[in-house]
């Protein structure tokens, strides 16, 4: 019988972890294994598009709620603030904006597991609909990918969950549109927008996905029969899938799990059995 963590909280990073690597699952999250292999190579690249994200969220969440501005943009994001500024996402609802906010709920369908999403800029119009805006700096993959994304599933399927405590009133699936917007493609978009068909569609993927990893043992959790997927993985040689690391060129820092993200809405869920922020 497998034992999680206390106040273990499902996000979609470490549900596509899962969904591509059970095994991965289990070294990060269930026994915390420290194995710190590089990603990618050269490291200094991999550091350098890490901390272009971090600092060009940061610099949206300013930007988004209102907060003076630097005088002068830091110059490793510079060209990103360019982007943004000639190519801004469109058709931003004005009502309510709110940036890197986290929802987390305990749905009935999920047999007894907490789902959350932290969402980069949540914005919505009472009488028009929800936007999701999620901030890509790394390069644009195929639209395909990001359809299957464990990200594409989960959150605008936790908007409507979360929504009669969080907007007052029960948001229509098909009144959620979710958008990625990406720097480094001159701020081009993907735009999904929901349905009540794929709202159920997602609810039974993520019932069973979550059903698939109860039911293992400590001693079951396979590894990936895709062996591309080991190239990146800090603990490739740990599962002896290889030893040297994948080169920049094929590295995506937005595809990789956001840590702080977990560590955060785990905090937050111990704290409350039910909570929308």
């Avoid at 294994?33 to 990603?39: E, H, K, M």
């Avoid at 749905?107 to 805006?133: F, H, M, Q, T, V």
């Avoid at 979360?162 to 229509?172: D, E, N, Q, T, Y």
């Avoid at 590295?251 to 937050?268: C, H, N, T």
Wanted: charged residues 25%; hydrophobic residues 40%; contains cysteine.
């Amino acid at each position: 019988m497998i034992s999680f963590p206390p106040g273990f909280t499902f996000t979609q990073s470490c549900l596509q972890d899962f969904a591509v690597c059970p095994r991965r699952f289990q070294l990060r999250y269930l026994l915390a294994q420290s194995y710190p292999a590089p990603l990618a190579k050269p490291l200094a690249a991999v550091d350098r598009s890490t901390e272009r994200g971090e600092r060009f969220h940061a610099l949206m969440e300013r930007y988004w709620r209102g907060a003076a501005l630097p005088e002068r943009v830091d110059p490793l994001i510079a060209d990103l603030w360019q982007t943004f500024l000639q190519n801004p996402p469109p058709d931003v609802p004005q009502t309510f904006r709110r940036t890197e906010f986290s929802v987390s709920v305990k749905p009935a369908w999920a047999n007894g597991a907490r789902l959350a999403a932290k969402y980069d800029l949540l914005a919505y119009d009472p009488d028009g609909e929800a936007l999701i805006i999620d901030w890509k700096t790394g390069r644009r993959p195929k639209r395909a990918f990001l359809e299957r994304h464990l990200q594409t599933v989960l959150y605008p399927l936790l908007l409507v969950e979360a929504a009669p405590r969080l907007l007052g009133i029960a948001l229509p699936p098909e009144r959620v549109r979710l958008l990625y917007w990406f720097g480094e493609d001159d701020g081009a978009t993907e735009e999904f927008i929901y349905s009540r068909a794929r709202y159920h569609a997602d609810q039974a993927y993520i019932s069973a996905l979550l059903a698939r990893l109860n039911a293992l043992e400590v001693a079951e959790f396979p590894l990936t029969d895709e062996r591309r997927h080991c190239q990146h993985c800090e603990y490739r040689s740990l599962c002896e899938r290889g030893e040297s690391a994948g080169t920049f060129e094929t590295y995506d820092a937005d595809s990789f799990p956001d840590l702080e993200e977990l560590r955060q809405v785990i905090a937050e869920a111990a704290a409350s059995d039910d909570f929308v922020l």
